[in-house]
């Protein structure tokens, strides 16, 4: 399975959101989006899931453009986990259970409930399950919306800035869960994340997106120092120490005439 994007541009009245994007991602691979705010990553997201869809180019699923589908279908082959989830009122089970519901319609048949108990027994979730989702912590929420979106058994996995908001060890208890399922599951995983060092721990792929383009598409650990200085335009250094990335980004502080150079040190978590 693959996907394949060519010549993607998006455009609202008069206003470039992407441009140009190139892209070709394979399954069971997990794809990490980098770039400032402001590139267009959260857009490249959601113009794969047809949530914008003023969009030119192609998106191939398995040679299938994916633009000329209407959004019913496809939400069967791509499920998308936005940045913000609106309190909802609902308990786990619920949301669970509509998650499916986009997949199969209104009546839940016994393949459906089989599902969702599979991903409840995954996710080691039983205890939420007749909690309302909105009295629970962030870490168990995002664990919840990251199960839901496995219920519809999609082919494309979307998620943006999943670890958001989470402490390190629900960071890293979040990542290690989504590259599992990617694996096992044989995804095409795309997500959004903004510490570097995470990105560079856990993704097959790194996407660096800046000014709307795709600057540079890299397995992770072929990433080096210059790449990401121009991706952020600051100067930065990255070393590997088992398997582990530490980055350090420097900036200059002008104090009359005496100029002070010092790098910060973004300790690593993993």
Same mark, same amino acid.
């Given at each position: 399975?693959?996907? /394949?994007?060519?010549?993607? @541009?998006?455009?609202?009245?008069? /206003?470039? &959101?992407?441009?140009?994007?190139? &892209?070709?991602?394979?399954?069971?691979? =997990?794809?990490?989006? +980098?770039?400032?705010? $402001?590139?267009?990553?959260?857009? =490249?997201?959601?113009?794969? @899931?047809?949530?914008?869809?003023?969009?030119?180019?192609?998106?191939?699923?398995?040679?299938?453009?994916? %633009?000329?589908?209407?959004?019913?279908?496809?939400?069967?082959?791509?499920?998308?986990?936005?940045?913000?989830?609106?309190?909802?009122?609902?308990?786990?089970?619920? +949301?669970?259970?509509?998650?499916?519901?986009?997949?199969?319609?209104?009546?839940?048949?016994?393949?459906?409930?089989?599902?969702?108990?599979? +991903? %409840?027994?995954?996710?080691?979730?039983?205890?939420?399950?007749?909690?309302?989702?909105?009295?629970?912590? $962030? $870490?168990? !929420?995002?664990?919840?919306? &990251?199960?839901?979106?496995?219920?519809?058994?999609?082919?494309?996995?979307?998620?943006?800035? #999943?670890?958001?908001?989470?402490? #390190?060890? /629900?960071?890293?208890?979040? =990542?290690?869960? %989504?590259?599992?399922?990617?694996?096992?599951? !044989?995804?095409?995983?795309?997500?959004?994340?903004?510490?570097?060092?995470?990105?560079?721990?856990?993704? /097959?792929?790194?996407?660096?997106?800046?000014?709307?383009?795709? +600057?540079?598409?890299?397995?992770?650990?072929?990433?080096?120092?210059?790449?990401?200085?121009?991706?952020?335009?600051?100067? @930065?250094?990255?070393?590997?120490?088992? $398997?582990?990335?530490?980055?350090?980004?420097?900036?200059?502080?002008?104090?009359?005439?005496?100029?002070?150079?010092?790098?910060?040190?973004?300790?690593?978590?993993?």
């Amino acid at each position: 399975m693959s996907l /394949n994007i060519k010549q993607l @541009c998006v455009k609202i009245k008069k /206003n470039k &959101l992407l441009e140009n994007i190139d &892209l070709n991602l394979k399954n069971s691979e =997990l794809n990490i989006i +980098i770039g400032p705010n $402001g590139a267009g990553k959260s857009t =490249l997201l959601k113009s794969i @899931c047809k949530i914008i869809d003023n969009v030119d180019g192609e998106i191939l699923l398995n040679n299938e453009d994916i %633009i000329k589908k209407d959004i019913q279908e496809v939400s069967k082959d791509i499920s998308y986990m936005g940045q913000f989830q609106n309190n909802s009122n609902l308990n786990v089970i619920d +949301i669970l259970e509509l998650s499916r519901r986009k997949y199969s319609g209104f009546s839940l048949n016994k393949k459906d409930h089989e599902v969702i108990e599979k +991903i %409840i027994n995954e996710f080691n979730i039983e205890k939420f399950l007749h909690k309302n989702i909105d009295f629970l912590s $962030g $870490g168990e !929420k995002q664990k919840i919306f &990251l199960a839901s979106s496995l219920i519809q058994e999609p082919k494309i996995l979307l998620l943006d800035e #999943p670890t958001s908001f989470l402490d #390190p060890k /629900n960071q890293i208890e979040m =990542l290690e869960i %989504i590259k599992k399922v990617t694996k096992e599951k !044989k995804l095409i995983t795309i997500m959004v994340i903004h510490d570097l060092q995470n990105a560079l721990h856990y993704a /097959n792929k790194i996407i660096m997106l800046k000014d709307k383009k795709i +600057i540079d598409f890299q397995d992770s650990q072929d990433v080096d120092a210059k790449m990401i200085s121009n991706l952020y335009n600051i100067p @930065c250094e990255i070393f590997w120490q088992n $398997g582990h990335p530490f980055t350090f980004f420097g900036h200059t502080h002008n104090h009359g005439n005496k100029h002070h150079n010092h790098h910060h040190n973004i300790k690593d978590t993993n």
